[in-house]
């Protein structure tokens, strides 16, 4: 397999680089605007350190984790990313068959080429909500879900409006005809095909729009792109299940605040009464532990897995979780952590001082 | 158009470079000493960070603002600049005739090529001045602005020295032969005609002048420069209509404070009795909303529009206004602002982390 | 002498780079992951600045130390490395000697290549347990250490699991034949060989382990890898002789807090006590005063005292010690500290300005 | 004149790098260790950044300074430098003769190459005093300096011991042969000749012997080299006539906190009671307004003017003066300080922001 050679998080983004052409690459690596908001979410979690306490002695550390109520072997969800076929014939599948394989939930994006149905065989999963067309098209799709038993319902928030997605637009990028949207054609909403360079509008997510789609559904409702502490408790007043603190992975604006820097906050407005979930920027296992330190319940990744997802398939979606896997075994171990679903806040504390990059050479064989 | 590819700022800056010779480079990019303020100016402003509140579901923000009464279609003016017969044939008339266009204020610097009487006809603006000569010549000066309708005397405290510009020595700047001061001719201070590597003599803006200029005007006063809040309060004190924060764009003196990063102080000084305006190293929509979310009412730009007109005339600064109008719509709706008029403190925050630039190549196709 | 020219601890390790080919290299330079732990160590200690007091008149300061009864000629011990082998064919020994010629401790690693016999013959010693196989086994690695006389036993925590390596694996890095485990077989442990690429399972090391460790010796007992305060005061009320601040330079985990940064804090929580050793990161003699300074007893180097072993074996591991006594006499007198018995505190303060690098051409001839 | 063109102080540091070989380079330019604190100056000097109030309508501000009751025309002195034979044949006299012409007092230092008969013949000036040899040794140089009509006597207390210097030493820096001390020889401690790579012994200046200094002259003794507000406030007490917050230039202890930095602890220190100077990193007028403003009645330069002397001798010297009066009346303009007697400490601030360099080519023509 050739991802054997890959060790982390890093090797496997350089990977896909070779495995992918321009565009493509530039439509999943850039963000919005200038790229800073992408690069910053990951600057911020190195700023972050850790304290380990390993007298603790643990060897066998237990990395599962209590996402709401499913039991996932780890903290780790992968975020909705669509469209994939762009980095794979096969799409969703080999994703969702990967991470049911490695015993986490891969969250499905609404814009995803398969049908539902043939997603939803792979496994376990949460589905994705994008408000296309009417009242009654949005009741059909959350049906459709419901039907094929997803586990809960993301609501993704910060995505409502086209964003300047600079990198993208100078590489030339346009959606590839065999780019096909699977789960509209289920749901009845379109033929499932769009032109490349459309973008279909979408409901501008509202305080309103919510209280519609939490009436409408008995699934648990998990908002996605939440990054102000005010927004966290209204939603938590407003009885919605989880929220997810996200930029989006620096794809919408280009100037927001990192998702670790603001996750403290969003905890405290929380004040224990939902899980709160993160993305952004989470490259190593060393990260995702920061994250529940910072009080997260569990986080997201996007690009890592589809790095492996272009490098090769399946197996590549399951080796990045398996190395998150190794590295949270490691760094619990380390840290003296004995459980994932408790990680105490004093392991972190955070530094002023930047690692300067010309000192790169010295540990470069 | 050849604009229709540039997609941000930087993008004109680069056409600009291209467009213009080393010398006029120089001028226009460099500041005084070693044009460390320059640069400073958009590095504390990239330090400020957005936190969005999309669930306020603004589909259609309103972009407009309320500049001392005029109806302006953004939060945003075309700070003076002179002379502009360096960047363009015609000077003055296509940025009056592209702000004009565009529903915004230029604000014509007492230093312009074309009498005021030309460039007062292609639309509403503000009058920049300088004091040369005598009282009565200052006088004739603020009168002829007067008979033409402009909306406000613009006072610039912050140049009457002459400042030690390097980059522009070293490249060998000396204002070529074709260059003219027609407002200068206009209003009687002189023939129009200035001796290359002359710089006519200046008031000394004090307080005292400031005094005799508002005892001789009754249009509004608007007093640009300003840093140091104590300066600001007495200025209120002294009833101008409004101030604009900036230190000249870094070039009167190589090592002052950011302009965004005294904003708050001065903000907090005029006490909301004037409007607070700002200017220096605006080069996006977001980092105008970060002044308004301190507290200022509208921004100036002032190299941003001389790069669109350096790169394709009229069209171009009209393209850069519209650049910053799209990326103003897009960042209120992904903030959850409805209208530009009100955008709250706590959507800002700042932040300790800088990006490092070494791992720009990621996201670049 | 080769090592002649070597005039700082820098030029040490550039000449252990060209001595040693790309593997060897990896293994002594890289640590953990990405190896930001490795460099942050470093860069944390530049930020801590010196306030000298020349008046005090110091021409002869005392650099003798106390280390748990020990007269050290220099508050510095050499941290336990292994294997030696890889980097001198005489391993351990030309390191013992070079530091009894010194005057300063060794801390001799459990898996050393020859006998503790051997190496004990060189001089005074400290020995660094690592617990492999039975508590009989442990128990018989403790009596030989006592019968030759090691002064303390170190007890090392944060090396229990294997650690992720990655500069190492990149580098195909794998322990060659000619490495022998010698301290294991005269423990009667194993018969001292261990395959390549093979890790020798070792106890977590627990509060219970070290409660075990403690009853049977009488020797001195020193934990080393504490970087969190709870766990130092702990320690201190189960009795232990003294705690070393490390984070294993860098090797165990990529993200850990700067052994310098989490000094203080540790330093608190011993509350005077027992001795707080440190190390991670020291390269000069002002690093070892700024750790003394922040209330260490004295420190430890690892990859310093290794360069000069690579370089010129024993003369170069003396020379490294030199050195570090050369530029603690000088600091010493510069900043006025008659004895490293007692550094003051507030002859270090932290500074948040950073050295650009851009600017090395001009100091350099 | 060649240094017409030379427009800041590193155009002057550029001319001098050609001027000179790269051990004499090395040595004027280089530090202790790693050269971090030579650089570190400077660097934390950028960090302070000016608030203008140009409202105050300065015109023709007063740059003149009572040094001591030496009405000097500017608030800066010629730090004193040894061997100037170096960077030039005629060695301190251009520096005495520059320094007259432009009304400023350069230090002496006791190591000159001529009498002080000769280099006092071109002008007032300060002494600054080793001590050599014995009691009556250093009494017969005060005695002669007091013949000579020294204005005061500096006591640099930061170079008793020779000092690390790398730079210098990899760049193979050996004193040569045409460099004699002409105060030794005069004040009969010597015959004035040193040989290459000595150093002469001196006096590790304490408390002791500064009593012994004080109470053999009548001159104003002056401390150069104070760090620590504790020895300020010592030297207070003693009755000394002032201080010079220095750590020479980098070059005795390569991580000393800048002295900018620890200016104002200095100045809170004294209390009034004496003034304070300081040097280290002054490279332009804004440099010298951030000191006055912190608190500093007037500064030293040490390696500007030493590029002056190497790049073109007197008039080299007499230039560098000259920019920094250029420099100074300008900042003062735009600052609104109408005297350097009196800089109120609001006009600076401290910022968190760093300018990244990458972005230096924009404003390059
Ligand atoms: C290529 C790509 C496509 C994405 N598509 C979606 C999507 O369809 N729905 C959604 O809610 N988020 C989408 N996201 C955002 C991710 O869910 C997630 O918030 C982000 O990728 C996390 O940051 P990371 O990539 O740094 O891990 C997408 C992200 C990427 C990179
Ligand atoms: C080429 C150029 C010419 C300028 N001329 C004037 C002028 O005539 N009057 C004035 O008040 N400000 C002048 N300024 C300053 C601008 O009004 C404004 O303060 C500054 O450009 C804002 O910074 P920015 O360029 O980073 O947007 C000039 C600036 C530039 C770049
Ligand atoms: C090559 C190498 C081997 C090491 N082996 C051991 C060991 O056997 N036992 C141990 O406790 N620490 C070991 N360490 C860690 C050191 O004792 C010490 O904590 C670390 O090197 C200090 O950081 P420095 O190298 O920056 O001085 C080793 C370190 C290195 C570099
Ligand atoms: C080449 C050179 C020689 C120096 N010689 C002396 C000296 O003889 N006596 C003294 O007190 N300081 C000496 N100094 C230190 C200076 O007086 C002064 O403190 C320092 O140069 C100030 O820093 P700057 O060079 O950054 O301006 C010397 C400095 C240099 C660069």
């Known amino acids: 397999m050739i991802t054997d050679r890959l060790l982390n998080l890093d090797d496997f983004e350089r990977a896909a680089r070779t495995a992918l052409d321009d565009a493509r690459w530039a439509y999943l690596a850039g963000g919005a605007g200038r790229d800073d908001g992408v690069r910053h979410n990951e600057a911020a979690l190195r700023r972050w350190k850790l304290r380990p306490r390993p007298l603790n002695g643990v060897a066998d550390p237990d990395t599962g984790a209590d996402v709401l109520g499913f039991p996932s072997t780890l903290p780790v969800l992968l975020a909705p990313t669509s469209p994939l076929r762009l980095f794979h014939p096969e799409a969703e ?11 986490v939930l891969p969250i499905v994006s609404n814009d995803s080429h398969h049908s539902l149905t043939d997603i939803a065989e792979q496994g376990p999963f949460w589905f994705q909500l994008y408000c296309y067309g009417s009242r009654d098209d949005v009741t059909r799709t959350i049906r459709l879900a419901e039907s094929l038993d ?3 319902l993301v609501v993704t928030v910060d995505n409502s409006h086209p964003s300047r997605r600079l990198a993208m637009l100078r590489a030339g990028f346009a959606t590839p005809p065999e780019v096909r949207f699977g789960i509209h054609r289920e749901s009845g909403f379109s033929d499932g095909w769009v032109p490349p360079d459309t973008r279909l ?3 501008p997510l509202t305080w309103e729009q919510l209280d519609f789609i939490q ?28 929220v997810i603190v996200s930029n989006h992975g620096g794809r919408q604006l280009d100037d927001t605040v990192a998702a670790i820097d603001t996750l403290p906050a969003i905890v405290a407005a929380a004040a224990g009464r939902i899980p709160v979930l993160m993305d952004g920027g989470i490259r190593s296992g060393a990260d995702v532990i920061k994250a529940l330190a910072l009080g997260a319940t569990a986080v997201c990744i996007g690009r890592p897995y589809v790095w492996g997802l272009a490098a090769d398939g ?23 952590v004995s459980s994932l679903r408790d990680v105490p806040t004093d392991l972190v504390v955070r530094t002023a001082t930047e690692i300067t990059v010309d000192e790169e050479w010295r540990c470069s064989a």
Chains 1, 2, 3, 4 share one sequence.
């Open 201 to 203: 509008p979408r409901w």
């Open 314 to 336: 399946e197996d590549g979606v399951f080796r990045v979780i398996d190395v998150l896997r190794q590295e949270l075994l490691d760094v619990a171990r380390q840290l003296g």
């Open 150 to 152: 997803a586990r809960a």
């Open 215 to 242: 009436e409408r559904t008995g699934l648990p409702v998990v908002v996605k792109g939440v990054l102000h502490p005010a927004d966290a408790a209204e939603l938590v007043a407003r009885g919605v299940s989880a």
């Open 93 to 103: 599948l080999p994703v969702s068959r990967a991470a049911n394989r490695a015993g």
